[in-house]
């Protein structure tokens, strides 16, 4: 007995101890685990918002060396005259002179269909709030001179207007006429010239490409 009261306080101690080690391990213990799940929740975040902003400064960049390279070509992406027209009217200027110089050339179109924006031009992934992009696919009938002179007059054009590709093939009852399929893509601003002037650099800043040809 004199042993056991002797080392009462000593035991009534190391109770307590054990009693508070467990107060810590479950009162304590979950708020820790859920500080260290909101710290990797918050550094988480943190790092999607910087991807984010890396992607948003690399769409500036590029958007920024698509202007400066249709700045330093010889010819001038096509300006609506009017604000907030819609992609058929935008379309509409170039398509009708684009139908008029094959006319001009006596060329017959035997069919034709397009395409708004398509999704592999530079300009559509870097810049579709600021240019139209369209391509337009004919089937044309015509003889070698004539032909010629289309594509002379395409690159006389003064916006600029890319040709996709060109297949040519020989009439089979007479070599001298073509029937040829033609693929050029069209560019416009979405905006007059003096809007896309004066936009602020952050919104038509841009593209790592040159003007394609």
């Known amino acids: 007995m ?7 306080g000593v035991i009534i101690f190391c109770l307590a101890v054990v009693a508070l080690l467990a107060a810590v391990y479950f009162i304590v213990g979950p708020k820790v685990s859920q500080m260290k799940e ?5 550094e988480e975040k943190q790092g999607e918002l910087e991807k984010k902003e890396q992607e ?7 958007l920024k060396k698509l202007k400066d390279s249709i700045m330093n070509s010889q010819k001038k992406i096509y ?8 992609n058929d009217t935008l379309f509409f200027t170039l398509y009708n002179d684009v139908i008029e110089m094959l006319h001009a050339n006596s060329i017959k179109i035997k069919s034709i269909d397009y395409t708004y924006n398509p999704e592999t031009d530079e300009f559509v992934k870097f810049g579709k709030d600021v240019y139209f992009v369209c ?13 010629g002179k289309l594509i002379q007059d395409l690159y006389q054009y003064p916006y600029y207007i890319r040709i996709n590709e060109i297949e040519v093939n020989p009439y089979e009852k007479d070599k001298k006429i073509l029937v040829s399929h033609l693929s050029l893509r069209l560019y416009a601003h979405t905006s007059p010239e003096e809007a896309v002037a004066n936009e602020p650099e952050s ?8 003007l394609p040809q």
């Open 38 to 42: 909101n710290t990797a929740t918050i």
């Open 56 to 62: 948003q400064a690399n769409v500036v960049r590029k």
């Open 79 to 86: 300006s609506p005259i009017e604000s907030d027209l819609g």
């Open 203 to 210: 919104k038509i800043d841009g593209a790592d490409v040159a």
């Open 2 to 8: 004199d042993k056991i009261k002797r080392y009462q």
């Open 135 to 147: 391509d337009v696919n004919m089937e044309v009938v015509s003889n070698y001179v004539n032909l």
